[in-house]
């Protein structure tokens, strides 16, 4: 499937304020996710869709958009001043039926090289959802996410100022 390629620097100033929002300072490289802070798109705010992206033609009958999960590979810290590309491509589409009505399942494969060698593989899965009815009551609240031992945690309690930072 096509695929889209966009380029852009890990400035300095970038890093202090993606590392700030952790209580932390920029050293040689920020820590992992800074990926998601390069590379966004470019659009005016009326070429937005309800749910604050671009909007997108073979979408707009669902319009509800969310980040269902995300695999990630690092396969390298990336170094501030790198020129970081990312390469994204839709790699597969299920149209699905659920008691919230109709759903699309859209992989994306996400490929970002810094200075030309590479730093990261992701594969999103984005649920594309039909619009609520008019008036119909708001979902519950997910059940709570079991716990699991990892290597390593931290747990944020999301204070006002971090939320609107």
């Not at 501030?80 to 994306?108: E, N, P, W, Y």
């Amino acid at each position: 499937m096509d695929g889209e390629t966009r380029t852009e620097r890990l400035t300095a100033a970038l890093a202090a304020r993606y590392t700030a929002t952790f209580d932390r300072t920029p050293r040689d490289s920020v820590p992992q996710g800074i990926h998601w802070c390069l590379n966004t798109p470019e659009a005016r705010t009326g070429a937005l869709g309800p749910d604050g992206h671009p909007a997108r033609l073979d979408h707009l009958d669902l319009p509800r958009r969310m980040w269902a999960s995300s695999e990630m590979i690092f396969h390298a810290p990336i170094a501030l001043g790198a020129a970081v590309s990312r390469t994204s491509r839709v790699i597969d589409r299920q149209d699905k039926t659920g008691k919230a009505g109709r759903l699309l399942f859209v992989t994306v494969a996400h490929e970002i090289v810094a200075d030309g060698e590479p730093a990261i593989s992701e594969r999103q899965a984005i649920v594309y959802r039909e619009a609520p009815s008019p008036g119909a009551p708001p979902p519950p609240p997910p059940p709570p996410v079991e716990d699991r031992e990892w290597d390593w945690s931290r747990s944020i309690t999301p204070s006002e100022p971090l939320l609107f930072r």
